[in-house]
């Protein structure tokens, strides 16, 4: 019965919400959603005691009120990423994805090395391809997915924002009631 919930989760810097799907019927249904934060700054007394990270608190959740669900999904807050619109002299998508991290360091002026990006090809023509660039810092999305792997929450699909996630999760729950 866990195959049909989906877990959606959105993550801040100190922040995290959770929503559990399911899939039964013709529309989804909400079984449950909370939000945990990070509240090391706000304990600044304590320094010896270690506050679980908003991922391990939302896996704490899950297990504790016995939720199941079968896959997840991460959606990033958009202080985490920025966007860009870039030109690629390419057409083909392996020759955009070989090349697209030299046209964004050059165009965000950083060293590509601490940065994770992905892209989407908006358009192409006979000059080549209009993409929408996606960066995050490497060292801030790593300790994210870290910390959720290491809650025993392995994302299918990262998403920039809420309304992607939302769209991802709607279209992702159509396909299984088909």
Known sequence: MEQNNCLGI??????ATAVL??????????LRCFSV???????????SRQAPSPPAQVAQTLASERLQYGEVAVSLDCTL?????LHSEFTDHKQIANTIIFD????????ATDMALTFTIASTDA??????????????????LDGLQAANLDPTAI???????????????????I
Not at 21 to 30: A, C, Y
Not at 81 to 85: I, P, R
Not at 104 to 111: F, G, I, Q, T
Not at 131 to 143: G, I, Q
């Open 10 to 15: 959105y993550l801040s810097k100190k922040r």
């Open 21 to 30: 799907l399911s899939r039964r019927g013709s529309h989804p249904e909400v």
């Open 37 to 47: 934060q990070d509240d090391a700054d706000l304990d600044s007394n304590d320094q």
């Open 81 to 85: 990423y920025t966007q860009h619109n």
């Open 104 to 111: 964004a360091e050059e165009a965000l002026a950083r060293d």
């Open 127 to 144: 000059t080549g391809s209009q993409t929408t660039v996606f960066a995050a810092d490497r060292a801030v999305l790593y300790e994210m």
């Open 159 to 177: 998403e920039p924002d809420i309304l992607c996630l939302a769209r991802f999760l709607d279209q992702n729950l159509a396909r299984q009631r």
